[in-house]
């Protein structure tokens, strides 16, 4: 079982900047891949990045993508987003994510592990 714990969230106005974080426990955490999810009022959870155990390997959806950067230290169990340029509508609860074991990262039906959920609020 993957335990996650996140940190990072919080209010910025727009054209800033956050950096969100996630640490993982778990055996063979190197072998997870890892993904960000969030979830906006009257909208339903969305996958917006992901990362594979290979880090060249990620995946952003378009609205987020050329400002987002995922990336992952396996040394310390940690995926991390970079958010640049945020946006009013970045506003949203955002859950850091593991997929199973062989689980593809930008395949959102294969992630497993939920970390509790983070607000980020940008303001115009």
């Known amino acids: 079982q993957v335990q996650l714990v996140e940190s990072g969230g919080g209010l910025v106005q727009a054209g800033g900047s956050l950096r969100l974080s996630c640490t993982a426990s778990g055996r063979t955490f190197s072998s997870y891949s890892m993904g960000w999810f969030r979830q906006a009022p009257g909208k339903e959870r969305e996958l917006i990045s992901g990362i594979n155990w290979r880090p060249s390997n990620v995946y952003y959806v378009d609205s987020v993508k050329g400002r987002f950067t995922i990336s992952r230290d396996n040394a310390k169990n940690t995926v991390y987003l970079q958010m640049n340029s945020l946006k009013a509508e970045d506003t949203a609860v955002y859950y850091c994510?593991?997929?199973?074991?062989?689980?593809?990262?930008?395949?959102?039906?294969?992630?497993?592990?939920w970390g509790q959920g983070t607000q980020v609020t940008v303001s115009s």
């Open positions: 994510a593991a997929a199973r074991l062989g689980g593809s990262y930008y395949r959102s039906g294969d992630y497993d592990y």
